[in-house]
């Protein structure tokens, strides 16, 4: 029987299915925590006190087990209501994927409330961001559950500004970090608010110099993304490969950075003297045989990747 990808309670689909076909798979499937711990919530839309009670209902059924939660809301006055339906799991809630649409100048999700929380997801249902969600997200991240390893802000721009005025050790637990950014200038203070940090990608459109030139040195992190914009060909000016220093990195992917700035991060390499595993260069990167070369030179037994192709979803 087919099961709901998308986690959306449906007639259909299991695990609401299974309780059609008689009476004795409907109380073996009741009895099932296990069917019950994945759920699409969606908050602003239609009768919200009938979906409430179905909603509740089916998480009743999980029996105290981790749930992860998608949620969706497209206004204000979600809020109270999502706190509300939401209160009795929030330390059986493990993971949860937030969405928030133009409509919402406020964040109905606080995770430090989810005591139980693993991984955070939060993204705008909207095709340009706006300010405002961008800082109603901020402020409800300021401070993080302490199991929470692993924090994805897609399609939320943040800058310098904003992540400076966080307490320095509001993400220390984090390992896994994906983040979109307007400026360089803020992969140091990802460093250093993220001193556990073991893979991080990072994504934006950058268009100037690394106005902080301080050098930077993170001991845990072991793969590294960087996902640029094809309107920015002059990545080498950047100063990024000049400041950092990597002595544990693993893995290396890039993309959509245009001409890559190979002496600068070849130096970044030999003065960094990881045991690079993994070398990516996808699509939107431009280098030559020569410096491909030169990298099979000086680590011999990375995985060099250059695939034009290569092109997934950065998160």
Known sequence: MLENEDWTPAPNLAPMALTAVCRRWREVAVDTSSLWRKLRLEVGHGNWQQRAFCYDSYLKRSRGRQLSLALECHNDNDGMEVRRLLQPYVNQISSLSFGLSSGNSSCAVVAADFQGLEELVMYTTVSVPVLTIAHSVVRSITKLPPNMRTLKLMDLWLDLKMLSGFNPLAWVNLTNLGIVVDALDCFPCLLRMCPNLSS???????????????????????????????????????????????PNLRAV???????????????????????????????????????????????????????????????
């Not at 934006?204 to 040195?217: D, L, M, N, Q």
């Not at 045991?275 to 995985?303: D, M, W």
Request: one cysteine or more; aromatic letters at 12%; proline letters at 5%.
């Open 253 to 315: 992917e890039v993309r959509n950075v245009g001409e890559w700035p190979h002496d600068a991060f070849k130096g970044f390499l030999t003065r960094s003297r990881c045991p690079l595993e993994n070398l990516i260069f996808g699509s939107g990167v431009v280098t030559t045989a020569q410096q491909l070369e030169e990298y099979r030179t000086l680590f011999p037994s990375p995985s060099l990747k250059t695939d034009p192709m290569c092109c997934s979803f950065y998160f």
């Open 200 to 246: 991080l990608t990072i994504v934006g459109i950058f268009r100037s110099t690394v106005e902080t030139p301080a050098k930077s040195s993170h001991s845990q992190l072991r793969s590294l993304r960087i996902f640029g914009n094809l309107d920015v060909d002059w990545i080498g000016s950047l100063g990024l490969f000049a400041i950092i220093t990597l």
